[in-house]
T-cell receptor, first 111, second 114 residues
């Protein structure tokens, strides 16, 4: 069974700082998804990474995928308060199967 | 508007009540999912439907009864719930599990069992 592990699970950082969230998964997968969830709200799709070496950027967030290392990263550049949320990564066990989600990383950006 | 609509947004029910949660999508997707999200806990997959057929039941208690009359609609019927069932219930859909697009989530139903 596929396991998806995120770290850290909790992250408190200051505005203007950089940090990286890591997502490891336990079996071969050729794609990886990142979602954002604001408190009390639903999950919003952030990035879809479809191949080894894929890199996607949106504003202060950049996601990458290394399928050989079974690792995806979500890098935060010059954090701002609006980025405070819980971030989930998810991977399919195999092509066409349902997604397995990580536990989520709760990010708090302090002034 | 996410493309996946869940109603109601909030629900308070007694332990002896019967209620239903509704999920509707008009994205042309053929797979639909129910997730439970409790405070401080990871997402828990409850049920998966592909082309209206249930393909996964993740050991969910029988007090939760799903129904998928067509690919656009998914229900979760609730009866004799317990206080620990209070949670955010999320519905999601995807093309059919084979595409690269991931899931589209609804806004969720915040359920409180009293």
């Amino acid at each position: 069974e596929l396991k998806v592990e995120q770290n850290p699970l909790f992250l408190s950082m200051q505005e203007g700082k950089n940090y990286t969230i890591y997502c490891n998964y336990s079996t071969t997968s050729d794609r990886l998804y990142w979602y954002r969830q604001d408190p009390g709200k639903s999950l919003e799709s952030l990035f879809v990474l479809l191949s080894n070496g894929a890199v996607k950027q949106e504003g202060r967030l950049m996601a990458s995928l290394d399928t050989k290392a079974r690792l995806s990263t979500l890098h935060i550049t010059a954090a701002v308060h609006d980025l405070s949320a819980t971030y989930f990564c998810a991977a399919p066990f195999r092509r066409g199967s349902r997604l397995t989600f990580g536990e989520g990383t709760q990010l708090t950006v302090n002034p | 508007e996410t493309g996946v609509t869940q109603t109601p947004r909030h629900l308070v029910m007694g332990m002896t009540n019967k209620k239903s949660l509704k999920c509707e999508q008009h994205l042309g997707h053929n797979a639909m999912y129910w997730y439970k999200q409790s405070a401080k806990k990871p997402l828990e997959l409850m049920f998966v439907y592909n082309f209206k057929e249930q393909t996964e039941n993740n050991s969910v208690p029988s007090r939760f009864s799903p129904e998928c009359p067509n690919s656009s609609h998914l229900f979760l019927h609730l009866h004799t719930l317990q206080p620990e069932d209070s949670a955010l219930y999320l519905c999601a859909s995807s093309p059919d599990g084979t595409g690269p697009y991931g899931y589209t989530f609804g806004s969720g139903t915040r359920l409180t069992v009293v």
